[in-house]
């Protein structure tokens, strides 16, 4: 039974309330956390290697990127609407909107690129030598960054440069003559195919290529070694294709996770466009926000998935974490005995 007016109107209001303080939060933990983790990364200390590291570090400057142009210029004007109003004299937004797509685009498919590169490493023993490497990495997540510039170039043409700060997803103002032509359906529905519904798939196909290779060569493993080995062995390569298999699976399920219904509402809403068929089932609002605030929260999350899989990078938070105070410690020892 579909929910009533009245009861998707008081959910959509809610739910506006919760934004005002779930935003500027996250923007004050989105920010150190990636700041951190592109410190932490660029040190080269975590034990990774230099590609793994070089995809690492791009997702995070790209979600660094997200939570600044998105999350910061975007999100929280629109939700404190009063409070910004001198936003909407600023005639940047369709500069503004392409570099927020664009931001948004290489943060999903770097994330799908450091997939396909840990697939590679674990499956395709021959290419890991000449594709998993760093020279490769630059290379691919400079495309990356290219592409996805150049594919948003088309924003500032079909946008204005006023801002329309409301609680929907045109941010920047936009005519009604263009908002209903057939030109705009299919760019919009094109660019939330291309990102995230493509790479879903993408990386679903990988996982699953990894997951089936790891149980095929665990099979094999286990014949080759014989049943008179003890079970205490430790298998040195197969323990490092497992912490490679824990951190793949951790980052990219929880993009999975926390895309999963901005991607659904985005794509279901262009396709309301085709006419009553679709309209049958008709997505609430307030679901379209829940799923922005989902795929926002992805943005901050990396750095926690390193601190739970990755001992070293943990040790190095730490250090940074313990440094700092052992200074101020010190600092205040110098201080007492100076003073006694």
């Not at 793994?52 to 600044?68: E, G």
């Not at 142009?69 to 001198?86: A, K, S, T, W």
């Not at 996982?207 to 080995?229: D, P």
Request: aromatic fraction near 14%.
């Amino acid at each position: 039974m579909s929910l009533g007016f009245l009861t998707r109107l008081k959910i959509l209001w809610a739910l506006y309330d919760i934004q005002k303080i779930y935003y500027p939060i996250l923007a004050a933990v989105g920010v150190p956390v990636n700041l951190v983790t592109i410190v932490i990364l660029s040190r080269r200390r975590c034990g990774l290697s230099k590609c793994v590291t070089s995809y690492l570090l791009a997702m995070a400057m790209a979600d660094l990127l997200v939570v600044i142009v998105d999350l910061i210029l975007r999100q929280i004007p629109i939700v404190y609407r009063e409070e910004f109003n001198f936003v909407r004299i600023v005639p940047l937004c369709n500069i503004h909107a392409i570099l927020l797509y664009a931001a948004t685009d290489c943060s999903v498919w770097f994330t799908v690129t450091f997939t396909f590169d840990r697939c590679t490493a674990i499956c395709w023993q021959k290419l890991k030598s000449k594709y998993c490497i760093e020279k490769i990495a630059i290379m691919v997540l400079g495309t990356v960054t290219a592409l996805s510039c150049f594919k948003n170039t088309f924003w500032y043409f079909l946008y204005s440069r006023d801002y329309w700060l409301s609680n929907n997803p045109w941010f920047c103002r936009v005519t009604l003559e263009v908002s209903r032509s057939l030109a705009w359906f299919v760019i919009e529905l094109m660019h939330y195919i291309l990102t995230p519904f493509i790479p879903f798939l993408l990386i679903l196909l990988f996982n699953a290529l990894t997951v089936r290779h790891i149980i095929v060569a665990s099979r094999a493993r286990r014949r080759l070694q014989g049943q008179g080995q003890s079970e205490s062995h430790k298998d040195q390569e197969m323990g490092n294709r497992r912490k490679s298999m824990i951190l793949l699976f951790v980052i990219s399920g929880n993009f999975m996770l926390l895309w999963a219904v901005f991607m659904v509402s985005s794509i279901w809403r262009r396709l309301d466009y085709l006419g009553k068929i679709w309209t049958i089932i008709s997505l609430p609002t307030f679901v379209s926000e829940i799923g922005s605030m989902l795929q926002l929260l992805s943005c901050c999350t990396n750095t926690f998935i390193y601190v739970l899989t990755q001992r070293k990078f943990k040790q190095e938070l730490r250090n940074g974490v313990q440094y700092p105070l052992a200074m101020i410690v010190k600092l205040c020892q110098l201080m007492k005995q100076s003073f006694s």
